[in-house]
């Protein structure tokens, strides 16, 4: 292979005639810090280098970098219900220099959902090209890292199937909260998730089920089946582990770090206390809980929707997980 893409990397997709190819990001040694993946990529293409000289190539190129760089073999897969604590999660293992993390990236999603642009598309060439893409964004930029760590979006629970067949043997876990607490959150704030058209209902359920029902019990609704997913992941998938938001952020450096193959040094123990003192979203900002906010705020409707919706999956859970 004559083209090398060190300090590079994948962010977006474009389709031609049925196949993926990608946009390339110049990022150096920049590590991937900021909350979520999008937000170092809003960044990064304002660089005066990244204004003036991005580039696209066809997929197969990700296929030949693959070969010639694997980069940094996965260490954890990270699903979650929505606003649990996942990005607590990743904020403490990005505050470590040995780690990589990726955080929702939307090339990332888009690949994923692949099916849509590429129908004809064999599921074994669709793993190749997760695995390529995971390889091309999980490359080590300093030097030190020896960890990858991949949080999905929540709906990606779904596609759990897809994305253990591309990676059978990497550890995941699932993290989930009080349903009413998460749907508060996303009725205060809708996640893509809830959000009508966001997502195509033939990706998550029969179009049929959910049309004309009200905002509040589309969000329970669709939260719902995220949470019954996980039921479905973690009773027949070997690698899982559950972890409830009240055992945060103690469980990042305790089980979670076991269970992820993460030794951590007195050092990297403080840095992340650190990270945990402030908001995952907002990391200017001194960590308050807001779970008794939520509670409060829950109107009797929201308490019946959360109790009839997502209730009976997350119990099932905290069964599963104990």
């Not at 849509?116 to 030097?143: C, F, I, M, N």
């Amino acid at each position: 292979m004559s083209l090398r893409f060190d300090g590079w990397i994948p962010f977006r997709l474009f389709w031609q005639g049925g196949q993926p190819g990608v946009e390339w990001l110049y990022l150096g040694s920049r590590r991937l810090t900021e909350p979520f993946f999008e937000a170092t990529v809003q960044i990064a293409v304002q660089t005066p280098f990244n204004s003036l000289l991005r580039f696209r190539t066809p997929i197969e190129v990700l296929a030949d970098w693959y070969r010639a760089s694997p980069g940094l073999t996965p260490s954890g897969f990270l699903f979650h219900l929505s606003r649990c604590g996942s990005t607590l999660i990743t904020q403490m293992l990005a505050a470590l220099p040995q780690c990589v993390v990726l955080s929702e990236p939307g090339v990332l999603d888009r690949m994923i959902r692949s099916h849509a642009r590429a129908p004809h598309a064999a599921e074994a060439q669709r793993t190749d090209w997760l695995r390529w893409l995971v390889s091309a964004l999980g490359q080590p930029r300093t030097g030190e890292e020896r960890h990858l760590f991949v949080k999905f979006e929540p709906r990606h629970i779904l596609d759990f199937r897809f994305i253990r067949t591309a990676f059978p043997n990497v550890p995941w876990a699932f993290v989930y909260r009080d349903p009413v607490e998460v749907l508060v959150s996303n009725l205060r704030k809708p996640s893509a998730l809830v959000t009508r058209g966001m997502y195509g209902l033939d990706a998550v359920a029969p179009e049929a089920e959910l049309e004309g029902v009200a905002d509040d019990e589309y969000a329970a609704r669709m939260l719902g089946m995220v949470a019954e997913a996980a039921v479905a992941s973690a009773s027949t998938c070997r690698g899982g582990l559950l972890v409830e938001y009240r055992e945060l952020p103690a469980a990042v450096w305790g089980r979670l770090a076991g269970h992820f193959g993460l030794a951590l040094t007195p050092g990297d123990l403080e840095k992340m206390r650190q990270a945990a003192a402030f908001d995952a979203k907002q990391p200017t900002r001194r960590f308050e809980s807001d779970s008794q906010a939520k509670q409060c705020f829950a109107s009797e409707q929201v308490r019946c929707l959360a109790e009839r919706w997502i209730r009976p999956p997350c119990r099932a859970l905290d069964e599963l997980r104990y």
